[in-house]
């Protein structure tokens, strides 16, 4: 049985890496979504639950791990796999990431194949 079409929410203040990731995103036949500001996470996530979240660390006026360290205790991240995405890949901040349980850590500058492929792993069974 073929998967549907993946739903991928991404929280990414950079306009033109936050494109680079749709372009990627739409030549594999996904679907991107953009949650232009943090603070609106939480309802986009209210409203529709993505297969995948890809969110960059270090958000304008909030950090992403710890804004993902709350949403996991509300349970609204429960069906869906989080990419970290982050200009800083020093070990403390990937482990703390793979401690609120992310799927993923990806260091920019990114690489939008290696991206694709690593979500397609996740879902492939």
């Not at 998967?3 to 749709?22: A, M, Y």
């Not at 991240?77 to 890949?89: A, D, E, P, Q, W």
């Not at 349980?101 to 694709?116: E, I, M, Q, R, T």
């Amino acid at each position: 049985m073929k998967r549907e079409t993946l739903s991928v929410l991404i929280v990414e203040p950079n306009v033109l890496q936050c494109d680079l990731i749709k372009m990627a995103l739409l030549r594999s036949r996904m679907k991107p979504i953009v949650c232009d500001q943090p603070s609106n996470l939480r309802q986009q996530l209210l409203e529709h639950v993505p297969d995948v979240l890809l969110i960059d660390t270090y958000l304008p006026g909030r950090n992403g791990l710890d804004l993902i360290g709350e949403l996991n205790s509300e349970v609204l991240l429960k069906r869906t796999k989080v990419f970290f995405l982050s200009s800083l890949g020093f070990p403390e901040i990937v482990q703390k990431a793979a401690q609120i349980g992310a799927s993923g850590f990806l260091v920019k500058p990114l690489d939008p194949d290696l991206l694709v492929t690593r979500i397609k792993k996740c879902f492939s069974h």
